[in-house]
């Protein structure tokens, strides 16, 4: 079992993810640890890591690849990444894709990094605005065309627990139904 949550910066995806993989067993994959990682070996912030990675593609296409190679390979996944969903449409069993409104995002971000929420606001519209850019320059994805997901959740006003429980719920459904 391949599940891939993606979506924007704090909309839930790691949270989310975590709680996931520990309710069905699977092995948790971050894509954002691994980039977060490199930004901390390369002494940058995530702002300047993406706006290094706008003009080197190779930063990305070493994460992608990681994160598809592990796809590629291992069973009983759970891999989060902002653009997991497009890049693993193919060999993905379910693909989730969480949203929130900039202003929640902001403010869980604002908690989690400790930054004031206006901070939040300002970093979460950069990494869009480069994400957007680098992704659809790179790989062509559109991160407004949701087509290729399973299933979209609003998490707005909704809890990382019941969030996974809608998940296990749609994943129930379609195991029932054998679609996947």
Not at 159 to 171: M, R, V, W
Request: proline share 2%; glycine share 4%.
């Amino acid at each position: 079992m391949i599940i891939v949550i993606s979506g924007p910066p704090g909309s839930g995806k790691s949270t989310v993810a975590k709680i996931l993989s520990k309710n069905l067993s699977l092995k948790y994959i971050s894509a954002g640890h691994i980039f977060r990682e490199l930004a901390e070996k390369e002494g940058l912030s995530l702002l300047e890591l993406n706006k290094k990675a706008e003009e080197n593609f190779e930063i990305d296409k070493k994460i992608d690849r990681e994160i598809f190679r592990i796809a590629s390979t291992e069973k009983n996944i759970i891999i989060e990444s902002h653009i997991g969903g497009w890049l693993l449409k193919d060999i993905a069993d379910i693909t989730v894709y969480l949203n929130a409104s900039i202003e929640i995002r902001a403010m869980r971000i604002a908690k989690r990094d400790n930054i004031p929420f206006t901070k939040a606001i300002e970093q979460i519209i950069e990494r869009e605005e480069s994400h957007s850019r680098r992704f659809l320059a790179y790989y062509g994805i559109d991160l407004s065309d949701l087509s290729v997901f399973d299933l979209v959740i609003n998490t707005d006003n909704l809890q990382p627990d019941e969030i996974s429980k809608i998940i296990e719920a749609y994943l129930n459904f379609m195991l029932a139904k054998n679609i996947h």
